[in-house]
């Protein structure tokens, strides 16, 4: 066994397992749960922990404050035992992520669009970026096997979708919707009501949303989907075995130039080796790369699975400017889902408008006292001193936000490396990421800001405030940094996710997309895998060929 | 006053930021609010200080600094001349102490009652929310098909 340190150190070895899974987030559940029909000895580590219901912020008074603590979306901020640092210093953009069972799961907003079927087409239809390898079609059935699984409120019949039915009827359009859904009409421009992944039924065991209105820090009640209560639930039951504050370190290689197994730190810090016949990266867009950077050896000098050079580049991480608005009457704040409904007027391309691509407008309700104080004031547009009470009563529960969530196309210099002196807790070197927003995003960009202050308009607000200039707003979704492909010199995996140079090597999540569309990734990040999770089966017999 | 060893702060530390509280949110009768001087509030927020412990500490330096010594012991008319200027300055350590101050203000139970907000957590009763104007989605549901089918898969 050769080690990235080139040592043959002896160390703890596992039993060995047929297929070995890295990351228990939104991919690495759907992959284990589709997987565990085979009978395989399945295994995952994942370096977070459980979290349990009770742990979540809306139990208790101190809600909002934690979504800047222990909930906070920014590994740096939160800063857990299960975390690792990431160096974003050279990024308007920073990294949202969460470790632990479930993954980003835990910590999203639960707005679930799926990509379009143009979004994977983009070379054809635009002349830029690369097409996919795989198209919409292809995905669909996996696309409705997840929104089975995940629960999704929402309504069929969106003129800007294929046809396709949620589980669930949609969120509340409340106060807020109604207002934006007035200005969308007045406008003439496309809204529909977003697909959410919150049970807004009672929905395979789990209770329904109840109002609490924080999904994002996770969701008390249960009614949000994140996949430690969806899919990790029945793959459990269904023989998987799942191991947490396992934190891999290397993926290993053996003579043949196959994977043999991960090196790893247990909950003890004790370092063990766990063969494995077949490893699956489930790691997100940072994760992944950073491990297989971390996995270099005599073999593969400049990272696993890298021999096209492309581990780590085009990363994508959705610039997604906030319009604020305020208005004269009381709707419904954070007293609902925080995302309501979504507008594609101006998803696909239109060349008039000087850029290519296009984007997702998302309509959100308010948000909490203290974080609308806190935002308020660190955007300026709350004084201190004594106009504070009177300013900060005309803005409680009277804001609307519009977010313009741009398609980010992938550029070779946007990358994650491997930071030269940043490591996390075990010593293990830590992801360093590289970004600067195009001048297409920032045409996209600056068109969805009008647009937006337009709707604010229609919609009645009183006043309106702008993001300032370089202030983005994350998400910061991570993809893009092992891209799919057929040909082996321009990308890391195959349609079908397989790694070209290490046939037993496969990646599932967010890091293999080709582009990024201009939606929330966690609905097609899970088709996709249970699509790749599909191809294993259906090529057992000649997996490694 | 909270506990030193629970507030890591020095006394001056403590008394400078309490009186920079009572100026960034002042009581107000109007309103029928405590300032974020409150005793209560106050031991509040240096409890949770948390995450931003320093960048507290290096906006109160800078206010000492500004202020020439000890900013609690200035009048008040330059003590707020002097609070406000700091606090124009911006940046990510004024926004630490904004946080700081308005995570624990804003969750105060005689301000949520002053706000007509009930003083709890959402769980486990949460919200009842009306379900708005489901006809308005009329003007949407007859418009022709927005998305590129590409591959040809709608037909």
Known sequence: MTTASGTSAPRPTDEIVDVLIIGSGASGAAVAWSLADTRMKILCLEQGDWIKPTEFPTNGRDWEARRYADFDISPNRRARATDYPVNDDNSPMKVANFNGVGGGTVLYTAHFPRMHPSDFRVKTLDGVADDWPVDYWTLEPYFAENDRVMGVAGLAGDPSYPLHQPTMPPVPLGRTGTRYAQAMNKLGWHWWPSDIAVATTEYDGRAKCINLGHCTP???????????????????????????????????????????GVVYYDPSGVERFQPAEMVIVAANGIGTPRLLLNSASAQHPNGLANSSGQVGRNLMVHPWPQIYGYIDEEVDGDRAPMTVMWSKEFYETDPSRGFVRGYTLQFARGTGPANEAITSMAAGRLPWGRDHHRAYRTMLYRSLRVGVACEDL?????????????????????????????????????????????????????????????VLNSPGHLLGTARMGHDPDHSVVNGWGRSHDVKNLFIVDGSIWVTSGGVNPTSTIQALALYIADNIKQRLANLFD | MPDQAVSDL??????????????????????????????????????????????????????REMAGGDFSRLDAATAETTAMEMLARGGSTVTALGRAVLQCYYRDDRVFIALGLEPRAPFPKGHQVEQGDWTLLDAVRGRPRMWRDVDGGGR
């Open chain 1, 410 to 470: 992938p550029e070779a210099h946007n990358r994650v490396t491997i930071d030269p002196i940043l490591k996390d807790s075990h010593g293990i070197p830590a992801p360093r990421i590289d970004y600067t927003v195009s001048e297409n995003t920032q045409r996209m960009m600056d068109h969805g800001i009008a647009r937006s202050v337009e709707i604010l308009k229609a919609a009645g607000c009183h006043t309106i405030h702008l993001p300032p200039p370089g």
């Open chain 1, 218 to 260: 996770g969701c008390a009640q249960g009614a949000k989907a994140s996949v430690d209560i969806t899919y990790w639930p029945q793959a459990l039951r269904a023989g998987v075995e799942l191991r947490t504050r396992c934190r891999v370190r290397e993926i290993t290689t053996n003579e043949h130039g196959m994977a043999s």
């Open chain 2, 10 to 63: 020095t006394p001056g530390e403590l008394r400078d930021l309490r009186r920079l509280a009572a100026i960034m949110v002042p009581a107000s009768t109007e309103h029928r609010v405590p300032g974020a001087d409150d005793e209560a509030i106050f031991a509040d927020i240096v409890r949770s200080l948390g995450r931003d412990r320093e960048a507290v500490r290096k906006a109160l330096a800078l206010l």
